[in-house]
């Protein structure tokens, strides 16, 4: 399978960075998009709305359903699977992108952050990953990628900002875990996760990293966007690279994904 036309992608915190580049990505195949997040309004540090995006897809050539959705509330993903699967016929695809993240140390992270991290990235991944299975099992090439890292347990990983390490390998421990449990009825369970920084406005609000020194979201939408296309009963159970991913679809230059080509890339957290 080489488009996504006619299939319908749900997808967490899509209202802006890589979750809209893969929403836009799939679009132009012609694929219908419910964008759940929380955005409804416009924010001057985060540009993008819900309705918004659905503009840029329906542009690109897709459809959009944007629902306003805190992923924490099991009620809330609930509704906006049933509105989804009822306005496109059923869901093919679930892309768990959003994610909550603050680099910092034990005594620097307020519990109240910590309990956000947990929220949205391990309970909102588990939440609408158990709400979209079952319309997953009826599809006919259905996938479940996960913004989550390979698990990598060294201390270094851990030293500087344990809480949000434990946040994201819980998103990687329910690509572990479903991909198995899911093995059988067919449901390919993936996760992605980039080489370099990708340069998202969230990434902008972490104080000393250079957003010149990533890459654009495109690559991430590239690499999922191979991924979605592969047959989901040989294609389950990944911890994949998007830089490995584009250059095992053929891709030799990577230049046009630079955000400034001039700067050294900065590797992303987590990869040795």
């Not at 809330?76 to 603050?102: K, M, T, W």
């Not at 599809?139 to 990628?145: G, V």
């Not at 270094?156 to 994201?168: D, S």
């Amino acid at each position: 399978m080489e488009s996504l036309k006619g299939k319908t992608l749900f997808i967490t915190g899509g209202s802006r960075g890589i979750g809209l580049a893969i929403a836009l990505r799939t679009a132009a195949d012609g694929a219908n998009i419910v964008i759940a997040a929380k955005t409804a309004e416009p924010n001057p540090r985060l540009p993008g709305t819900i309705f918004s995006a659905a503009r840029e897809i329906e542009v690109a050539g897709g459809q959009c359903l944007p629902v306003q959705c805190d992923i924490r509330d099991e009620a809330q993903i609930a509704r906006a699977v049933a509105a989804g699967a009822e306005r496109f016929g059923g869901i093919d695809v679930l892309v768990n992108n959003a994610s909550a993240i603050s680099l910092t140390g034990t005594m620097e992270t307020p519990m109240k952050r910590f309990d956000l991290m947990f929220g949205v990235n391990v309970r909102g991944t588990y939440a609408a990953s158990q709400a979209c299975i079952p319309h997953l099992k009826k599809a006919a090439n259905p996938h479940i990628l996960t913004l989550a890292s390979p698990i990598n347990l060294k201390p270094a990983w851990f030293k500087r900002h344990v809480a949000y390490t434990m946040a994201k390998y819980g998103m990687s421990m329910c690509v572990l875990g479903m991909a198995e449990e899911f093995r059988e009825a067919g449901i390919a369970v993936n996760a992605l996760w980039p080489r370099t920084i990708i340069a998202t406005a969230a990434l902008q609000m972490i104080p000393g990293v250079d957003p010149g020194r990533g890459r654009k979201p495109e690559i991430m939408a590239d690499a999922a966007h191979w991924i979605l296309t592969q047959p989901a009963r040989g294609c389950s159970g990944n911890f994949f690279i998007d830089e490995d991913v584009l250059r095992r679809a053929g891709t030799a230059d990577f230049g046009k994904y630079a955000v400034d080509p001039a700067k050294t890339l900065l590797p992303d957290l987590f990869l040795d």
